[in-house]
């Protein structure tokens, strides 16, 4: 068989992507954002994401087209992501893809979102070395899961017990008066601060944590470290310098991330660390894996920002895979699963 034609639907939160693949090519990845209807609440609305992905879907899918040059009818297989994430959301992505694969006749692969997110790196670096270790940090996840194959199952070795890297960043940049989301613009405050300004804890890494949670993260301590400081300031009637807080805050949750990531690899014997999903892009949290990676021979892949966000392009990604490798399709009654394990690939 040539490779698989497949187009990917991805609305777990407030992202309407649509991807459209042809095995380890990316021919087309539109999105349509609704993050600036959720910034004046500083957080993403469930509401709200549903309606615009319910308008965002038709648009999104012609212009993934259009890019592609292809005709819907063209495609191998239809791909969507059917959990985790918002329920609202992930349904309206689910029943576009069910009923795409009803009209057109095709099958269709109800995706796992974490895995999708190690599946994306093909795009950029090529077939994924088997196993490897990946570490994907975003608003709702910071995990690491030992990949042998992305099509089959992954095998988690570590989770956030409380806020997730992405929660923290948003809720500090609030805190700082920074735009939601937090993220880049921590990261960009960063680059002109003291990343040593202020020692803020670093969560689950006491000799006693590292016991029972040696590759589990917490950053609900932290984000409470940087309120407390943040307000004292105020108290006394200080400013607060903000590029520094950011830069320390942001240097204790890379300085976690990192540490835990090589530790795993080098304990399972892994020499690839793979970095994904929207916190991946954070050019400290790169620039430290690489260096610590390094420092252990060990060779790490991290996609394009672009990439790294939720988009289209990575379902589309993974659904191609299981195509190419032969995957049982899903059945049209599969469910959009709010609380999908990342241990379930494919619907």
């Known amino acids: ?36 209807e959720h910034a004046r609440f500083g957080g993403v609305v469930p509401e709200v994401a549903s309606r615009a992905h319910l308008e965002a879907m038709v648009p999104t899918i012609e212009r993934a087209c259009e890019t592609a040059g292809i ?5 191998d297989a239809i791909a969507v992501t059917s ?4 329920a609202g959301a992930l349904m309206v992505g689910v029943a576009a893809a069910k009923a795409l694969a009803l009209g057109l ?16 790196d093909q795009l950029e670096h090529g077939p994924l070395p088997e196993p490897c270790l990946a570490m994907l940090v975003s608003g709702g996840h910071s995990s690491l899961l030992r990949v042998e194959d992305v099509t089959t199952g992954v095998d988690p070795m570590g989770a956030t017990i409380d806020d997730a890297a992405g929660e923290a960043f948003d809720k500090v940049a609030r805190l700082l008066g920074l735009p939601f989301p937090g ?135 993974l659904g191609a895979e299981m195509v190419a490798r032969g995957r049982t399709p899903s059945e049209l009654d599969l469910p959009a699963d709010s609380s999908m394990p990342v241990t379930t690939v494919l619907a």
């Not at 991805?10 to 459209?20: A, F, P, R």
């Not at 959990?83 to 918002?86: A, K, R």
């Not at 006749?105 to 895995?115: E, S, W």
Request: proline share 5%; with cysteine; net charge negative.
């Open 105 to 120: 006749g095709k099958p269709i692969y109800g995706v796992n979102h974490l895995a999708a997110h190690v599946a994306v």
């Open 183 to 317: 993220g880049p613009h921590i990261d960009r405050a960063a680059r002109e601060g003291d990343s040593v300004y202020v020692d803020f804890p670093r969560g689950l890494t006491s000799r006693k944590d590292l016991e029972r949670h040696r590759f589990d993260f917490s950053f609900s301590g932290l984000k409470t470290a940087v309120a407390r400081w943040v307000e004292a300031r105020e108290r006394s009637g200080e400013p607060v310098p903000v590029n520094d807080v950011a830069a320390s805050f942001q240097e204790a949750v890379c300085d976690v991330l990192t540490r835990k990531a090589i530790d795993a690899a080098v304990s399972e014997g892994i020499d690839d660390l793979l970095i994904g999903g929207g916190v991946a892009a954070n050019s400290r949290l790169r620039a430290m894996a690489v260096e610590r990676a390094e420092a252990k021979g060990i060779r790490v892949r991290v996609p394009r920002p672009g990439l790294c966000t939720d988009n289209g392009a990575m379902v589309a990604a």
């Open 71 to 75: 005709e819907l009818y063209d495609v």
């Open 1 to 36: 068989m040539s490779e698989p034609l497949v187009l990917g639907i991805e609305t777990s939160c407030d992202e309407t992507g649509v991807g459209i693949v042809r095995g380890h090519t990316l021919l087309a990845d539109a999105v349509a954002s609704s993050v600036d």
């Open 83 to 86: 959990g985790p994430g918002l």
